[in-house]
């Protein structure tokens, strides 16, 4: 399946660093860093963490826009996703937070413990609930966080939204069959903006999931690690993310406010589903930017 063409013009004008996935042991491998823009004083950089099953380009469609505010982006692929190695044995969000932070202090503060925070720190799914547990590990990385789609609240524990298997199949058309329902199920709300490209993007980074048996989106782990986190703390979902269908959505807000020690909102994006920020880009940057310059 070939590569959309906008991945291919916004890897051109990327750079690409490297961080040991252990400083102590770098045989382990390494994490892959994409940063974007240049360093602006007094202006912190925004880190972004992808979703479960994804790469750097789950934030492909509000880049554009990000970076036209003047933003500098930085945007790992997870250990396990995307071009980074994954954590020896690790399978799940808390085996990446150990690497996230020594990364985060070698890229930002030579090493060392930063005086004052490195970034804004965003996370999308897996990733906010990744970036909720460093937040809550480290205080001194992020100013404030800004969490997309999240799991981990506690809310909803029961449901499961059923995907198909598609590794075991054939032909790639059966499989593109396979990956158009699940994009459907779960990823978006209009089934109509699953494009060739959308799709091309979906594969490419299922592709190179090597993390397949998460669980602890199913828990509360993102409830508890907020209950650590000193800075304030903003939500943006899509209306219909399936995720938390109905008056669960509801139950998140209240759920955020409980568990938060600084909750600023939960700012809804009409239209959109789970992966808001790519089916409703300009709504989710402008829920984003409000959030960061706040």
């Not at 044995?89 to 985060?104: I, S, W």
């Not at 779960?186 to 592709?207: R, W, Y």
Request: hydrophobic residues 45%.
């Amino acid at each position: 399946m070939n590569t959309p063409v906008a991945i291919e013009r916004l890897r051109a004008r990327a750079r690409r660093l490297t961080t040991p996935l252990s400083a102590a042991r770098p045989e382990d491998g390494h994490m892959v860093w994409h940063v974007w823009g240049e360093a602006r004083a007094g202006v912190l950089p925004v880190v972004m963490l992808h979703g479960g099953s994804g790469s750097w380009t789950h934030w492909l469609r509000c880049m554009d826009a990000l970076l036209a505010q003047g933003r500098q982006l930085w945007i790992p692929d997870l250990p396990g996703f995307g071009d980074s190695d994954g954590v020896p044995g690790g399978q799940d969000a808390d085996t990446l937070v150990e690497p996230l932070r020594q990364g985060l202090r070698q890229l930002l503060a030579d090493g060392g413990a930063p005086a004052a925070p490195l970034c804004d720190l965003v996370g999308f799914s897996f990733g906010g609930m990744t970036a909720g547990m460093l937040a809550a590990a480290d205080g001194t990385l992020a100013r404030r966080l800004v969490l997309a789609g999240a799991p981990g609240m506690g809310v909803g524990k029961g449901l499961a939204v059923r995907l198909k298997g598609w590794r075991h199949l054939a032909t790639p058309e059966a499989q593109a069959v396979a990956h158009r329902y699940n994009l459907q199920a779960l990823m978006l709300h209009d089934a109509s903006l699953i494009d060739e490209d959308t799709l091309a993007l979906h594969v490419l980074n299922v592709e190179r999931d090597r993390l397949p048996r998460r669980r602890l989106s199913h828990t509360d782990v993102l409830a508890r690690a907020l209950q650590a986190v000193d800075g304030p703390v903003w939500a943006i979902y899509g209306e219909h993310d399936a995720l938390y269908p109905g008056p669960m959505m509801q139950e998140l807000a209240q759920a955020f406010a409980r568990h938060a020690r600084d909750f600023r909102g939960l700012a809804l994006v009409p239209g959109a589903g789970h992966w808001v920020m790519h089916e409703r880009p300009d709504a989710f940057v402008a829920a984003l930017a409000a959030a960061l310059d706040a």
